[in-house]
């Protein structure tokens, strides 16, 4: 699985946003929710 992320800040929160790109086998299947986040502490 291959990501892209990027540097977010929500209110004075630093997070980073992960969205999936693809894989091997290809891109993500549409509809599917491929984004997360996680707060840097």
Same mark, same amino acid.
């Given at each position: ?7 977010? *800040?929500?209110? &004075?929160? /630093? !997070?980073v946003e992960?969205?999936a790109i &693809? /894989?091997s086998?290809?891109?993500? /299947? *549409? &509809? *599917?929710?491929?984004t997360? /986040?996680? !707060?840097?502490?």
């Amino acid at each position: 699985m291959f990501f892209q992320a990027y540097p977010v *800040k929500i209110g &004075g929160v /630093s !997070r980073v946003e992960l969205q999936a790109i &693809g /894989s091997s086998e290809g891109p993500p /299947s *549409k &509809g *599917k929710n491929c984004t997360t /986040s996680a !707060r840097i502490d």
